[in-house]
């Protein structure tokens, strides 16, 4: 079985961040995650749920696209920031 997930959400995830003794606040906003997995059940068995293992493996890499703010400013729109973080 391989499907098809895509999720967007808009999550309230807040990062510390601390670097050359500065502090900063980051927001992480407009997450999105787009995947192929490979679900296998094997082996079949006689008994309930009918198998005994689940794998679970990736078939391409996965794309995630999310924005980063600090003190309201949007971080990706920052050249090349983008890329690098991909």
Not at 1 to 20: D, L, Q, S, Y
Not at 59 to 70: C, R
Request: aromatic share 10%.
């Amino acid at each position: 079985m391989e499907p098809c997930i895509k999720w967007a959400g808009n999550p309230n995830v807040i990062i510390a961040v601390k670097a050359f003794g500065l502090k900063a606040t980051i927001q992480v906003v407009d997450l999105q995650v787009f995947l192929i997995p490979r679900i296998t059940l094997k082996p079949l068995v006689p008994s309930f749920p009918c198998f005994a293992n689940i794998y679970v493996s990736l078939m391409e890499k996965p794309h995630v696209d999310f924005g980063l703010k600090l003190v309201g400013a949007d971080l990706m729109s920052i050249p090349g920031l983008y890329r690098f973080v991909q």
